[in-house]
């Protein structure tokens, strides 16, 4: 059995994913966390064969997963790190890479997929998707680590926002973006004016644009 710690600051997130891989089979769950402090205390405390955490996640300095990441992976390498978020943009798949993590899925992939990326964690290798890999390749084996570089811009948003941000830029509504990050209709569109403030934006189509053109959608 794998053990495994779960770190994501909804509920809801972390009971799915519970039940997805006990439905899997071959792991046991001995810890969860909420936010980047309970996660390194829990990490310490259990040392656990894998941890699975979200990349957004209040607490700690404001780095997120690649925080716990940074604070955990040389004290115990013996644990190793999968990032899972709804996000798929370059600039949070690198960060959390460079921060240690050996792997990166997004939270639509299938509890089959999911038990297959902890597996190969849990060995030494590496998991992500085709597309996920290419950016990794782009910052660590071109050399071009620009991909990575901070967007002033993207800076003045809140790890929410941020969320919030691309799935509104792909097109989804304020309804299915409630339903997918957890939250309430209401703080969505919160967030979604916060953004736009932010930003210097008139609507959601010039977000759209804004962020294609960064290519963090």
């Not at 071009?144 to 926002?161: K, P, S, V």
């Not at 299915?176 to 919160?190: F, G, H, N, R, W």
Request: aromatic share 4%; net charge negative; proline share 2%.
């Amino acid at each position: 059995m794998i053990s495994i710690v779960i770190v994501d600051d909804h509920p809801l997130a972390r009971a799915g994913m519970l039940g997805e891989l006990n439905r899997v089979g071959g792991f046991e769950i001995v810890g969860e966390a909420h936010d980047v402090d309970s996660a390194i205390d829990t990490v310490r405390a259990l040392r656990p064969n894998v941890v699975l955490l979200d990349v957004h996640m209040p607490g700690g300095s404001g780095g997120g997963g690649a925080e716990v990441v940074r604070e955990c992976v040389d004290m115990y390498p013996g644990t190793k790190f999968l990032a899972i978020s709804v996000s798929d943009a370059a600039r949070d798949v690198v960060a959390v890479v460079r921060a240690g993590a050996r792997g990166y899925v997004t939270k639509d992939v299938t509890g089959e997929r999911l038990g297959d990326a902890i597996r190969k964690v849990h060995d030494g290798d590496a998991a992500f998707s085709a597309r996920l890999a290419g950016f990794v390749l782009d910052a660590f084996g071109t050399g071009a680590g620009d991909i990575a570089d901070r967007d002033d811009e993207l800076d003045r948003l809140t790890g929410r926002e941020q969320e919030v941000m691309r799935l509104i830029a792909r097109g989804m509504s304020y309804k299915e973006v409630a339903s997918d990050l957890y939250i309430s209709i209401k703080t969505v569109e919160t967030h979604v004016s916060a953004v736009l403030r932010k930003l210097q934006l008139s609507n959601r189509h010039e977000l759209a644009r804004w962020a294609a053109a960064r290519r963090i959608v």
